[in-house]
C-alpha cells in the first residue's frame, strides 16, 4: 500500500494558505518526496517532524518544484540526519548552490541523476524526457501491484501516454484552463489535455496539480471529465489518497 499526500498544488507561486508543487509518498517505513515548491516544507513537518525523509526526487529546477529543498537540507545538515539522497537533473544544484553555496552542496546532498535513475528505495523507477522551459523529467514509481506516475511539468507529449500507461494514479499539471493554446511549443498543459493522455494511458485515477494562482479550481475537474471516464481528484493540501 502506498499513501500520497499533496504538500502544495499552485504552479508558480503559492496562493495565501497553500504551498507550490510537492507531495509525500509512504510506503511500509520508506518516506519519499516528489518535488518541494515553495512553502513545502512547513507542510511535510506536520508529517515528518524530524524531516528525516528517506529520499527526495525533484523533476526540474524550476523554484516552484525545488525552492524548499534548501529548506529540508538545512534540516538533515544542521539536525544531524547525515547527507540527503537527492534524486533530480543535475541543474537542481546549480539552484541551490546559487540560493546556499556554504556548505557547498556535496557536503548536503547524497546527489544522483534522474535521468539514470532505475531504483529508489522500493520503488522502481523509469523517467521520461517531457517537453518544458527547462530539462524535466516525468517519474513513474512501482512497486508490484502498485503504479504512480507524475509528470512534473510538461506540454502535449506522446510519452505522456507511456509515462501514465495503465497507473493506479496519475498525478498530472493542469496550469491552463479553457481550449488548448495555438503556441507552438508548448510548455504546460490545459486540464482537457492532461485527461485526454491520461485516458490514453488508461490510468485508473488522476490528480490535477499545478493551478495557476487565482484560478478557478472547480473548472479542471469539470472539463477534464469529458475526455476522462475514472476517478478524477484535484490537489489540495493535506489531501491524503491512498493507492
Not at 118 to 128: E, K, Y
Not at 174 to 186: A, D, F, K
Not at 190 to 203: L, N, Y
Not at 218 to 237: M, N, Q, S
Amino acid at each position: 500500500m502506498v499513501r500520497l499526500t499533496v504538500l502544495g498544488s499552485c504552479g508558480a507561486w503559492p496562493e495565501p494558505g497553500r504551498a507550490c508543487s510537492g507531495f509525500l509518498l509512504r510506503h511500509e517505513d520508506f518516506r519519499l518526496v516528489l518535488d518541494l515548491g515553495y512553502g513545502t516544507v512547513s507542510r511535510l513537518l506536520e508529517h515528518c517532524p524530524d524531516g528525516a525523509v528517506d529520499a527526495v526526487v525533484i523533476t526540474h529546477a524550476h523554484p516552484d518544484h525545488c525552492a524548499d529543498l534548501t529548506a529540508l537540507g538545512r534540516i538533515h545538515h544542521y539536525e544531524g540526519h547525515g547527507k540527503l539522497p537527492l534524486y533530480s537533473p543535475p541543474d537542481v544544484l546549480d539552484v541551490v548552490r546559487a540560493a546556499e553555496p556554504e556548505p557547498a552542496p556535496e557536503q548536503v546532498y547524497d546527489h544522483h541523476d534522474l535521468a539514470a535513475t532505475t531504483s529508489v528505495g522500493p520503488f522502481t523507477v523509469r523517467t521520461w524526457r517531457l517537453p518544458h522551459h527547462v530539462p524535466n523529467w516525468g517519474v513513474r514509481l512501482s512497486l508490484p501491484g502498485v503504479t504512480v506516475a507524475y509528470t512534473g511539468d510538461s506540454g502535449p507529449s506522446a510519452d505522456l501516454a507511456e509515462l501514465g500507461a495503465d497507473a493506479d494514479l496519475y498525478l498530472m499539471e493542469s496550469t491552463l484552463q479553457g481550449p488548448s493554446p495555438n503556441q507552438r511549443p508548448r510548455y504546460v498543459e490545459t486540464a482537457t489535455e492532461a485527461a485526454t493522455w491520461a485516458a490514453r494511458a488508461r490510468a485508473k485515477r488522476l490528480l490535477l496539480t499545478h493551478f495557476w494562482p487565482g484560478s478557478d479550481r472547480k473548472r479542471p475537474a469539470a472539463e477534464a471529465a469529458e475526455v476522462f471516464d475514472g476517478e478524477i481528484l484535484l490537489a489540495e493540501e493535506g489531501l491524503t489518497v491512498t493507492v
